[in-house]
């Protein structure tokens, strides 16, 4: 099985100012150190690596150098390899965010990161939409919506990545207090913007009875999401299969059952056509590609939509692949990875670690991917 790549990025600095009395770190490490605090950001960065015990042999780490990551990793005798560089002395907001910066060029899956509010503000500002990160709480304050609620609870939900578990993605708020002002009794807080975050998803959301989910609900509730956001003169590919095909239909749309459908602009402009007609339509025009996955089996290209070829793949874009999957289906994999075989190693190779599944109304889930 391929590694799956995670971002690691340490803020050394981190809480500093908590045990010192200071309401905070930034701009007063020094002053911290002084008056005996220890850092702690790496030890509460290690309480979560150590859920990902079970899993180590599947990942590879990315990180940055020194107390940024690779000391803790290369402690505990993680897989790891260093992006960029860090000058001598303390880290800093600027490396942070080179270090988020780099990470994303890299593709990572998931960027985890230890710090407090500055930390999360340093992300927020550099990080691309739709990326997925998560906090490790080691922060003076932590009011921003990006953390989870301990550093086990940080480990954990990796850890349920990792493995195949379901993982909602959500919108995270990031906000930060003003610490000159609450040193001087005040309380000013701010936002600064949302990231994307993981959520632990749960196996049933639309229920008709005894807890059994429901496809044709959900079918209903994804087709509503897709006629709330189409994108006009944006030509949406539907792979064969029941599940896009029930879609369709939601939509008061006729596609085809096993073949491969174009739409645009809420409108059939193309049925069944074959891999030179997809090619035509998409070569030089902004598209979306919708597949699902073969169940029991988890296969979303390369198995029944040979027509979205690899140079369609390319044309569209990996980022603009979207797998279309009900909970139940996807339970039906116990775990699995869903896979790729486009007949192209070197475009199955830069598929990413996650893809974005969607599993209900405005419901993205997160789920692995095997090449």
């Known amino acids: 099985m391929s590694r799956f790549h995670l971002g690691l990025i340490i803020n050394p600095l981190a809480g500093l100012g908590g045990p010192a009395g200071l309401k905070g770190s930034d701009g007063v490490a020094e002053q911290a150190l002084a008056l005996g605090s220890e850092p702690r950001a790496a030890q509460r960065t290690r309480t979560a690596l150590e859920c990902l015990r079970p899993v180590q042999e599947r990942l590879e780490f990315l990180t940055f150098a ?11 005798g993680f897989s790891y390899r260093l992006l960029g560089e860090l000058a001598a002395g303390p ?10 910066e780099l990470l994303q060029d890299a593709g990572v899956a998931l ?5 407090g509010d500055g930390t999360a503000r340093d992300i927020c500002a550099v990080a691309r939409e ?8 080691a922060g003076v304050k932590i009011h921003s919506g990006v953390y989870a609620i301990s550093p086990r609870a940080a480990g954990e939900l990796t850890r349920r990545l990792v493995e195949g578990g379901l993982v909602r993605l959500a919108s995270g708020e990031v906000r930060d207090l003003d610490e000159s002002a609450l040193r001087e009794g005040r309380v000013a807080a701010r936002w600064y913007g949302e990231l994307t975050v993981p959520e632990e998803g749960g196996y049933v959301q639309q229920v008709k009875q005894a ?13 509503a999401w897709l006629e709330d956001s189409w994108e006009a003169d944006v ?9 896009l095909h029930g879609l369709a239909q ?13 739409i645009e602009n809420g409108q059939v402009i193309a049925l069944d056509v074959h891999e030179a007609q997809l090619y035509a339509l998409v070569a030089d025009h902004p598209a979306r590609l919708l597949v699902t996955a073969i169940g029991g089996q988890g296969h979303i290209i390369g198995r029944g939509n040979q027509q979205i070829s690899p140079r ?16 139940r289906k996807l339970g039906t994999l116990h775990g699995r990875p869903l896979l790729v075989d486009s007949g192209d190693s070197q475009l199955d190779d830069a598929f990413p670690d996650v893809v974005r599944v969607w599993a209900g109304y405005k419901e993205e889930l997160l789920y692995p991917l095997g090449k």
């Open 66 to 76: 020194g107390s940024m990551g690779a000391d803790l990793l290369t402690e505990m």
């Open 111 to 115: 960027i985890l990161f230890a710090g």
């Open 312 to 327: 369609v793949l390319r044309a569209v874009g990996l980022d603009q692949l979207r797998v279309v999957a009900t909970k």
């Open 91 to 100: 880290s800093s907001a600027a490396d942070t965010r080179k270090a988020v």
């Open 250 to 262: 939601n939509l008061g749309l006729q596609t085809t059952l096993l073949g491969v459908d174009v």
């Open 130 to 137: 739709g990326q997925p990160v998560l906090g490790i709480p």
């Open 211 to 223: 807890g059994v989910e429901s496809e044709e609900l959900v079918l209903s509730d994804l087709a």
């Open 235 to 243: 030509r949406y590919i539907f792979g064969p299969g029941s599940t």
